[in-house]
């Protein structure tokens, strides 16, 4: 009985030596990250550490051109569907499996897909396969989204964060996912960026000392002291939260409690733009516009003389309002120009249009003064002047 044992023993010895000398028992519900070794008319092949390849369905890994999405030595987070020696692998679980799948999911912490069938205030109705989930407002998206209804009718990937009741309350989370590959994606971009590089970054917040820009995965940070070639007031003056720039990477700081923190620079990216120094000190004057372009940080607009656009915070909008609503393309609107950024790009104002056109009025109400004062001198010292000829 024991050389059976000792045997036995020696036998899984002996296929885990051809795997460097260990190999994974995966079982299905497994999440494992993995390796693209092979790519097949049919499967992905991957290695999950088991004895031999795994299997994941080409199709999962295409796009929507048929397309193949990765290629070998990418990794990737998968789902164990079959266990043993050459396991069958997903990229998420298959929202027919009903509640044992989303216990599944939840305790591997992996992906289910839903779709979207309703959108409330508090956030997205989700239907999983026969089962009803909830995905609250905070809870869509890593930043906060005005308008949820987009998501109406899409099928979507969550991670399930909570069953209740034999699954009449599940709580989902898209978030939780998407900040899990915006991690694996800021590792990657880190390992490839050094001080002196000149990078596409997107605005992803402003503060008073500068504007956090999103490099891929990781952001870093444009101080107000490095937005200009001249003298810059407020950072919303030069860019705004969704836009897009090049900037260029000063430092990289490893902090010791794993933190790194990113220098970087706008104004060492991009040239000074001739008549920059002087647009700001040009007369203001009310123009029309046509809205030609809504994005997330600003409105588009095209006047009589050329375009440029209006950031958010200019835009006379209530609280929360929605600019895509508010500001249709063709819209007539009334602008003032506030200055030229480094990309010699207008910027304009709606919110001041108001208070510059009382700035007018007035200045039109004082020259006006002057002009009567100055004919009214002007009348008496003719008539003085002609009573002391005579």
Do not use: W
Not at 150 to 177: H, P, W
Request: glycine share 12%; net charge negative.
């Amino acid at each position: 009985m024991a050389e059976d044992e000792d045997f036995a023993a020696m036998f899984e010895q002996s296929l885990a030596s051809g795997k460097g000398g260990t190999y994974k028992r995966l079982s299905a519900g497994d999440s494992v990250e993995v390796t693209v070794v092979q790519i097949g008319k049919d499967a992905v092949f991957v290695d999950a550490g088991a004895r031999a390849e795994g299997e994941i369905a080409r199709y999962e890994l295409e796009n929507e051109h048929g397309e193949v999405t990765v290629k070998v030595g990418d990794r990737l987070r998968a789902i164990v569907t079959e266990g043993g020696d050459r396991p069958k692998l997903a990229m998420r679980f298959n929202a027919g499996s009903g509640l044992a799948g989303l216990e599944t999911a939840l305790e591997a912490g992996a992906p289910i897909e839903g779709t979207v069938t309703k959108a409330v205030k508090a956030g997205l109705e989700v239907q999983i396969g026969k089962i009803r989930a909830f995905c609250p407002a905070s809870h869509v998206h890593i930043s906060y989204t005005p308008d949820i209804s987009i998501y109406e009718g899409q099928t979507l990937q969550f991670k399930v964060l909570e069953i209740r009741d034999n699954g009449r309350s599940v709580v989902v989370s898209r978030k939780a996912l998407l900040q899990e590959a915006r991690a694996v994606e800021g590792r990657e971009t880190l390992a490839g960026l050094s001080p002196g590089q000149i990078v596409d970054g997107t605005v992803q917040a402003i503060q008073p000392y500068g504007a956090f820009v999103d490099l891929g995965g990781i952001e870093g940070l444009i101080h107000i002291s490095e937005l200009g070639h001249g003298r810059v007031d407020q950072v919303e003056d030069v860019v705004s939260v969704g836009e897009q720039l090049k900037v260029k990477i000063l430092t990289i700081d490893h902090a010791a409690e794993g933190t790194t923190r990113i220098g970087l620079s706008l104004r060492q990216a991009t040239q000074a733009p001739e008549g920059a120094e002087s647009a700001g000190r040009d007369a203001k004057a009310v123009v029309d516009a046509e809205v030609v372009k809504v994005e997330a940080f600003g409105v588009f607009v095209e006047t009589a003389t050329g375009g440029g656009i209006v950031p958010t915070r200019e835009l006379d909008l209530p609280p929360g309002g929605d600019p895509r609503r508010a500001f249709p393309v063709g819209k007539q609107v009334r602008v003032v120009p506030i200055g030229t950024d480094d990309k010699g790009r207008t910027r304009f104002s709606m919110r001041r249009v108001e208070d510059e056109e009382a700035r007018a009025h007035f200045r039109q109400h004082r020259a006006k003064q002057r002009k009567s004062q100055g004919a009214s001198v002007g009348s008496f010292g003719a008539l003085l002047k002609s009573k002391l000829e005579r």
